[in-house]
């Protein structure tokens, strides 16, 4: 079976300092995994996804995300955070080799950039 | 480029009544998704179509949840008799045949049920 754990609820970083959120996955086989923000009252919207190659993908918005195999991490970053960054973010994660089609999604971590 | 449609944005019932969500994914994107959102958690798989045949149902609760994709473009997904525990934001989400391409959602249905 697959999972994804986003161990924090809520992340608050200052205005133009660096932000993380964290995200560790579990697949049988390799994962092909992805971020998405959401603002209130929208749907998600879609930031970057790791297929293969590269471990460090870039996405919308300037955020990038590491790819990190042997930790079973997918961790979401931005060198300078905006205030119009504060959304929900959810990782999920799709096991290539499994037999589940399904994407599954993390639980959320709600970030917060203070002016 | 049109983004996915739904409709309506906001509903509320009365318990055991019946309701229905409408979906219309982007133009060209073969698979469509219904996922059940509960405030707090994160976006769980209901149903996925690839054209108008079912991939994946099987979070569906089928007793009481049913949709359709006749044509292999829009979409309409049912609950009849909803229960208190229904109440949640759906989303439709559509994309290019998986598993590597990203999904579109839609804004989302909030069903609020009394």
């Known amino acids: 079976a697959q999972s994804v754990a986003q161990p924090e609820d809520q992340v608050n970083v200052a205005e133009g300092n660096p932000l993380t959120v964290k995200c560790t996955y579990s697949?049988?086989?390799?994962?092909?995994l992805f971020w998405y923000v959401q603002y209130p009252n929208r749907g998600l919207q879609f930031l970057l996804k790791?297929?293969?190659?590269?471990?460090l993908v870039k996405g919308s918005y300037g955020f990038e995300a590491e790819f990190n195999k042997s930790q079973t991490s997918f961790h979401l970053k931005k060198p300078s955070a905006l205030v119009s960054d504060s959304a929900l973010y959810f990782c999920?994660?799709?096991?290539?080799?499994?037999?589940?089609?399904?994407?599954?999604f993390g639980s959320g971590t709600q970030l917060t950039v203070l002016p | 480029e049109a983004g996915v449609a739904q409709s309506p944005r906001y509903k509320i019932i009365e318990k055991r009544q019946s309701v229905a969500f409408w979906c219309n994914p982007i133009?060209?994107?073969?698979?469509l998704y219904w996922y059940q959102q509960i405030l707090g958690q994160g976006p769980k798989l209901l149903i996925q179509?690839?054209?108008?045949?079912?991939?994946?149902d099987s979070q569906l609760p089928k007793d009481r949840f049913s949709a359709e994709r006749l044509k292999g473009v829009d979409s309409t997904l049912k609950i009849q008799p909803a229960k208190l525990e229904d109440s949640a934001v759906y989303l439709c989400?559509?994309?290019?045949?998986?598993?590597?391409?990203?999904?579109?959602f839609g804004p989302g249905t909030r069903l609020t049920v009394l």
């Open positions: 999920a994660v799709r096991d290539m080799e499994g037999s589940a089609r399904q994407l599954t």
């Open positions: 133009s060209g994107h073969a698979t």
């Open positions: 989400a559509s994309s290019f045949t998986p598993p590597a391409n990203e999904q579109f």
């Open positions: 697949v049988s086989g390799n994962p092909y």
């Open positions: 179509f690839q054209n108008n045949g079912v991939v994946d």
């Open positions: 790791y297929i293969t190659g590269d471990n």
